[in-house]
Each structure stands twice: as structure tokens, then as C-alpha cells.
């Protein structure tokens, strides 16, 4: 883990309140709308690795409380510091105990069933993974390659042109989303923008996408 000294760290929202709820609306509307697009409007000085959206997203849904995993070139980097010192957040060493879970690009997404399910009683207790990739934005169902988005949110399908998911993600997916109510919320971030994959939808890629119902 890398350690960084505290005057050397970037500033954090400069206005905690109104800061950390705009970014919080942009994280409802990003997973009441999954598959939509949402710019995170922010002021704050985030770390040189990691996307910028993420890391505003997390510098906002973070606390006390909250317990964090850092893919390996996060954790080596003055990120988690950053994160400790402004939001109070334990960093975890296993992504299994985490309740959110950080991957860089190009860093390996952990397998999603091993992450934090939440149960029955207590869904709202799994994790969410913010994975920051290449790029992320709504395109036409005919894409080559789109990703077809179905359920809660989405009038019919949404399409999403998706750059830096692991090739065996459409299989985690459904999984994933076979598990509800329990399962993990992904946010996919850029450096400007987020994208929401409730665990409510459904996640295809491919010419049978098209022809689901």
C-alpha cells in the first residue's frame, strides 16, 4: 500500500455537503437509468491514477463506516490515502469484505460472485464495484458489439457501447443477476461520466440480444 504524505494529498470536495450530494444524485440517476450516460460535475483534486468521475463518485458515497478494495495499481498509488483522509474509509486487503470494491483500467475485475452479496434479509448490504474503463456510452441497438440493457429504468432496451469489461462479463452478469435481491451494483466510470449496472438489469452483447423479448 502506498503511503503519502498528508500535505502532498489533492483537496476533496470544497463544499463537503454540496458536493457530495450532487455527485450522490448523479450516482441515482446513473443506477435508476442504467445504460444512460451521467456527467459528475465536481471540484475535486483527484488522484493522477483512476478515472476522475470514480473517484468523485467514491470521495461522496464513502464514510466511517465503509469498508474499501483497491485494485493493484490503486492501491499502489496515493489513492487510498486520498480516500482514508477525506472520507475516513478502512482500505481491506480481500475484495470478499469489502462494500466497495475500486478496479483501475486495465487492472482484473474480481470474479463478481466473490464479492460481497448481501443477503435475503439485508440486500442493501453487498457490495458496489466501480470499474473504470476505456469508454462507456449509449449508442443504437444495431451497434456491432453493443451491449442490450433490459429491466427497472429502461423503456424497452438500451444499448451501450462498453471498452474495457473482462470477455466472461456477460456470463458474471447473468449470474449475478439471477441472485436478486442479493448481488453486487456496478458503476462503470470515465473520466467524466458514470454508467449504472443495477443488479435489477439485464445485460446481453451480440446478435441474440436483438432478438430477446
Do not use: K
Not at 102 to 126: E, K, R, T
Not at 143 to 154: D, E, K, N, S
Amino acid at each position: 500500500m502506498s503511503t503519502t504524505p498528508l500535505a502532498s494529498l489533492g483537496a476533496g470536495f470544497s463544499n463537503e455537503a454540496f458536493g457530495s450530494q450532487a455527485v450522490f444524485r448523479a450516482v441515482l440517476q446513473a443506477l435508476s437509468h442504467p445504460g444512460c450516460t451521467v456527467a459528475v460535475e465536481h471540484d475535486a483534486q483527484t488522484p493522477a491514477v483512476g478515472h476522475a468521475a470514480s473517484a468523485a463518485v467514491l470521495l461522496a458515497l464513502l464514510d466511517s463506516d465503509c469498508t474499501l478494495w483497491l485494485s493493484p495499481r490503486l492501491a499502489d498509488s496515493d489513492v487510498g490515502g486520498w480516500l482514508r483522509f477525506h472520507t475516513g474509509c478502512t482500505l481491506v486487503a480481500d475484495a470478499a469484505l469489502a462494500r466497495f470494491v475500486w478496479v483501475a483500467q486495465g487492472d482484473s475485475l474480481p470474479a463478481l460472485h466473490s464479492l460481497n452479496q448481501g443477503s435475503d434479509i439485508y440486500p442493501d448490504q453487498s457490495a458496489t464495484c466501480v470499474v473504470d474503463v476505456a469508454r462507456s456510452a449509449a449508442t443504437t441497438a444495431d451497434t456491432h458489439g453493443a451491449w442490450q440493457l433490459r429491466g427497472p429504468g429502461i423503456q424497452d432496451v438500451a444499448a451501450l457501447q462498453v471498452d474495457g469489461l473482462p470477455d466472461d462479463f456477460e456470463a458474471q452478469w447473468a449470474a449475478n443477476h439471477a441472485v436478486f435481491p442479493c448481488g453486487v451494483d456496478v458503476l462503470l466510470g470515465t473520466a467524466g461520466h458514470i454508467v449504472g449496472l443495477p443488479r435489477t438489469t439485464r445485460a446481453t452483447r451480440g446478435v441474440d440480444a436483438l432478438q430477446e423479448v
